[in-house]
């Protein structure tokens, strides 16, 4: 009788590689060297999933259950640790082995060797990207280092002549507003002869915020709120006034705003002008105050979401409450026409008195007599920087603010005689 404890030979790595690639194909199983069938306990619980690190052509065919089996590498030794496998460069290797017993196998099955042999060293991570620097920005002074053959056109010409170097973070440039200057300074002094009151309520210096109504079928009144604080100051500060998204898409007057002093409207650039102390205007009606029709003129739309409270809760900026009147009658827009205006990428066409009737002269604004009013200061230094989160609570300070604004615009626009002459 035999004895069960004595076990068969065992056969060779590659003759039981062999077995274990077509028992996972489903073929039959092989006999033993003597003669008697491989005893199997079968596995009663679920099936696991194969490793994500071997190729998909060999995860379909190869079973993990096989692939626990293969024996580790003659050349691996186990590390130190409770059992661990040491280093994750000792794990790559082990794994990578392990792998390549797999295919040797299936290629002795198959008859043929498709694969190259598979290196187990660990590659090198590939180098960084070189950094190029950027290239020069052309001026006019390299004009005449041009190539002979290379000629700018006449426009071209022009743009690097009007070019600036000089222009900060948000894109303003002062050469180009200095060369601009004069124009606006007429618009400001004797053609919408502005005057102001109560400039003394604007802090002579740190971070404050100019909340103002909207109007104008051409937005004027942020420069001419820059130009008044400028002029009217006993500090002379400079003001930058956040513009709607609209204007910067449309040509020419996006670049030329922004080269003034505009900024685009957004949280972060109104908390980096205020982190560095600047005097910042802004319009909560947005597009919608500039596209009010003349019937509804100097009645304040509404102030968005309160945005410009929160920005103020969380950055502890007080506010100065603008009234701008005299504007809503420099283009008064009679009706509107936004279907055909939105396929050109324009938020709508204004139709005045003058416009389309006129063509471009049709959007010359009329002289009519400017008076822009100063409020006294809101504080929101009280409500915490968690404040900002109580929609509630903005909600109403933004209600406050606006009908702190309507009431000087009904105040300015009750006592004033004439349109033209104030």
């Known amino acids: 009788m035999t004895d069960r404890k004595s076990k068969a030979p065992p056969a060779p790595a590659d003759a039981d590689a062999s077995e274990r690639l077509v028992r996972a194909e489903g073929a039959d199983v092989p006999q033993r060297a003597d003669g008697e069938r491989s005893r199997r306990r079968p596995r009663r619980h679920a099936r696991r999933e194969r490793p994500s690190y071997l190729p998909h052509a060999v995860r379909e065919?190869?079973?993990?259950?096989?692939?626990?089996?293969?024996?580790?590498?003659?050349?691996?030794?186990?590390?130190?640790?409770?059992?661990a496998r040491g280093s994750v460069a000792e794990r790559i290797r082990d794994l990578?082995?392990?792998l390549d017993q797999m295919i040797l196998a299936r290629e002795r099955v198959s008859g043929h060797s498709s694969l190259p042999p598979r290196s187990t060293a660990i590659s090198e991570p590939p180098p960084p990207w070189p950094s190029v620097p950027p290239p020069e920005r052309s001026s006019a002074a390299s004009l005449a280092e041009l190539p002979a053959d290379?000629?700018?056109?006449?426009?071209?010409?022009?743009?690097?002549?009007?070019?600036?170097?000089?222009?900060?973070?948000?894109?303003?440039?002062?050469?180009?507003e200095q060369r601009a200057l004069p124009l606006f300074e007429f618009l400001y002094e004797k053609y919408f002869r502005v005057e102001t009151s109560g400039i003394d309520h604007v802090p002579s210096d740190g971070r404050c915020l100019l909340v103002s109504n909207h109007s104008g079928t051409l937005p004027l009144d942020g420069m001419m709120l820059r130009l008044a604080v400028r002029r009217?100051?006993?500090?002379?500060?400079?003001?930058?006034?956040?513009?709607?998204?609209?204007?910067f898409h449309l040509p020419f007057l996006g670049s030329f705003t922004n080269r003034m002093g505009a900024v685009r409207a957004c949280q972060e650039n109104a908390e980096r002008l205020l982190a560095q102390g600047a005097l910042v205007a802004v319009f909560p009606e947005g597009m919608k105050g500039i596209?009010?029709?003349?019937?509804?003129?100097?009645?304040?739309?509404?102030?968005?979401?309160?945005g410009f409270v929160k920005l103020c809760m969380?950055?502890?900026?007080?506010?100065?409450?603008?009234?701008?009147?005299?504007?809503?009658e420099t283009n008064p827009m009679l009706a509107r026409v936004e279907h055909l205006a939105k396929a050109v990428g324009i938020p709508y066409l204004p139709i005045t008195p003058t416009f389309p009737?006129?063509?471009?002269?049709?959007?010359l604004p009329a002289p009519t007599k400017w008076k822009i009013v100063f409020g006294p200061p809101i504080d929101f230094s009280a409500y915490g920087a968690g404040s900002a989160e109580d929609e509630i609570l903005v909600t109403r300070q933004a209600e406050r603010v606006r009908g702190e604004i309507q009431a000087m615009l009904d105040r300015t626009v009750a006592a004033r005689r004439s349109v033209w002459f104030g």
């Open 61 to 83: 065919r190869v079973d993990s259950r096989e692939l626990e089996r293969v024996p580790p590498p003659p050349d691996s030794e186990p590390s130190d640790g409770g059992g």
């Open 96 to 98: 990578e082995a392990r």
């Open 150 to 176: 290379v000629e700018p056109s006449p426009w071209g010409r022009l743009g690097l002549r009007e070019g600036s170097e000089e222009t900060d973070d948000f894109g303003y440039d002062p050469a180009f």
């Open 232 to 247: 009217e100051h006993a500090e002379r500060r400079e003001v930058r006034w956040l513009a709607e998204d609209g204007i």
């Open 291 to 306: 596209g009010k029709l003349f019937r509804d003129r100097y009645k304040l739309q509404r102030f968005g979401r309160g």
């Open 314 to 328: 969380r950055t502890r900026t007080p506010v100065v409450p603008v009234a701008i009147v005299g504007s809503e």
């Open 357 to 363: 009737l006129l063509g471009p002269f049709g959007l």
